[in-house]
Antibody, heavy 117, light 107 residues
Framework: EVQLVESGGGLVQPGRSMKLSCAAS????????MAWVRQAPKKGLEWVAS????????YYGDSVKGRFTISRDNAKSTLYLQMNSLRSEDTATYYC??????????WGQGVMVTVSS | DIQMTQSPSFLSASVGDRVTINCKAS??????LNWYQQKLGEAPKRLIY???NLQTGIPSRFSGSGSGTDYTLTISSLQPEDFATYFC?????????FGSGTKLEIK
């Protein structure tokens, strides 16, 4: 059974950093692109970033480019999102999602990040 | 960047109704269009991929169609469990972009 479990969220002050993790199981992690998608409270979905199989290629949404870094550790089957210079508008539930061919067939349960002083 | 315009934003319907939700892309997305359902407090669930391919386990009352810039999700006969919010996603090119969502409510 495919499982994606996010962790690392919580309350953080504006301008600070936070790192999210997503532990994957039930499939060969290195065979898939992976991604982060977020959803601000009572808002729609926003793609944040994607990473290729070995991590050599990364892609970012305009709103996070230069501040967020997506990475992966295939030996640990874990996806990461390093978030720097956080802003109030980054407050959202962050989902880890599997992406290969047609994206986002499996999603994690989400982790809440609140940016506030 | 490709913009996705989803309509309607809200839809009120009854059990048994046939409903359609539309997404219009700002340019040709070559049928690289997925549909997702999201219930309150849950992660999204993929219903349809690449315009008209039904995800395994999804009931056949859900179907998708379209080409070029215009795409449609149809629910042939609404069931109580279908009342949720629906999103489209274009994956023709980065940045991937979602529609703004359609909230389907019980009339």
């Amino acid at each position: 059974e495919v499982q994606l479990v996010e962790s690392g969220g919580g309350l953080v002050q504006p301008g600070r950093s936070m790192k999210l993790s997503c532990a994957a199981s039930g499939f060969t992690f290195s065979d898939y692109y992976m991604a982060w998608v977020r959803q601000a409270p009572k808002k729609g979905l926003e793609w944040v970033a994607s990473i290729s199989y070995e991590g050599s290629s990364t892609y970012y949404g305009d709103s996070v480019k230069g501040r967020f870094t997506i990475s992966r550790d295939n030996a640990k089957s874990t996806l990461y999102l390093q978030m720097n210079s956080l802003r109030s508008e980054d407050t959202a539930t962050y989902y880890c999602a599997r992406q290969w061919g047609p994206p986002f067939d499996y999603w994690g349960q989400g982790v809440m990040v609140t940016v506030s002083s | 960047d490709i913009q996705m315009t989803q309509s309607p934003s809200f839809l009120s319907a009854s059990v048994g109704d046939r409903v359609t939700i539309n997404c219009k892309a700002s340019q040709n997305i070559n049928k690289y269009l997925n549909w997702y359902q999201q219930k309150l407090g849950e992660a999204p669930k993929r219903l349809i991929y690449n315009t008209n391919n039904l995800q395994t386990g999804i009931p056949s009352r859900f179907s998708g169609s379209g080409s070029g810039t215009d795409y449609t999700l149809t629910i042939s006969s609404l069931q109580p469990e279908d009342f949720a919010t629906y999103f489209c996603l274009q994956h023709n090119s980065f940045p991937l972009t979602f529609g703004s969502g359609t909230k389907l409510e019980i009339k």
